[in-house]
């Protein structure tokens, strides 16, 4: 549930900023813009990995085809508008698959990654507490240390980001990781706990979501915008929040998936 709302919540952030880039696309039809935000929701529910049910139907049974089902759909409200297929705005649609519903469809499969597996009590949480607990240690210390003897500007595009607050955000995020996992009780030698899986994940995390961040700050910047949308207070939308975790997401998975497995 947490997750389909940040889903539906960064969709419509992210509409909003594709229209103000691109005029053309704010006359994509009411079938499409719905259709692909619901199509992207669908894809999460099947990456749930059998986890969500109701009255005894596991929705990942169903879920595949409401995926295709959806798209198709926006592909026919793109041809109902045009009356050809506007390349240019599927593509952004498409994009926003890619970077917001791919992204939090990789997190609700590491959620449920080892819900069945034999595991310690809450391990099933571990993956993705570690994806999340690796970005805001980045952020903060990256913050701090930045403030402190931050100068070298990292990019135009951010210009408060410097080099020595990146680094040391990278750095200290892979050390407070380690001692984190180093302070856990694991008698049965459960491999996820390892510390330096954690300081592995606190890596990847760490350089990927300043991109990510870089990457949403572009976006608004071609968009004329300063936040991606209000929904915070003093902290922009949904977006700006999670614009580091959709990012760091996919890369974490493959190594949380085809390294630890």
Not at 23 to 43: E, P, Q
Not at 90 to 106: H, M, T
Not at 111 to 124: E, G, I, M, N, S
Request: proline share 4%; with cysteine.
């Amino acid at each position: 549930m947490l997750f389909s709302f940040i889903h539906f919540g960064c969709w419509i952030e992210y509409e909003k900023i594709m229209v103000l880039i691109d005029k053309d696309y704010a006359n994509i039809s009411a079938l499409h813009r719905y259709s692909v935000i619901i199509a992207g929701w669908c894809l999460m529910l099947y990456f749930g990995n059998g986890g969500f049910s109701i009255g005894g139907v596991y929705l990942h049974d169903i879920a595949w085809w409401g995926c295709m089902g959806f798209l198709a759909l926006f592909v026919v409200g793109e041809v109902a508008q045009y009356r050809t297929i506007n390349f240019n705005n599927i593509g952004r649609s498409a994009l926003g698959l890619l970077y917001i519903s791919l992204s939090l469809a990789l997190l609700t499969y590491l959620r449920t990654l080892l819900y069945r597996a034999p595991a310690p009590p809450f391990a099933d949480r571990v993956p993705v507490l570690m994806i999340i607990g690796a970005i805001w240690i980045n952020d903060t210390m990256a913050y701090i240390v930045g403030s402190l003897i931050g100068k070298r500007p990292l990019s135009s595009i951010s210009p408060k980001k410097t080099w020595e607050g990146t680094v040391g955000g990278v750095i200290l995020s892979i050390v407070v990781m380690g001692l984190i996992a180093r302070s856990i009780h694991n008698p049965e030698g459960f491999t996820l706990y390892s510390p330096i899986h954690w300081m592995a994940v606190a890596a990847i995390c760490a350089i990927t979501g300043t991109a990510g961040d870089l990457l949403e700050s572009k976006l608004k910047r071609m968009a004329g915008v300063k936040d991606s949308g209000q929904i915070m207070p003093g902290h922009g939308g949904f977006l700006d929040r999670f614009d580091s975790l959709l990012i760091a997401t996919p890369f974490a998975w493959c190594y949380l998936v085809w390294v630890i497995g």
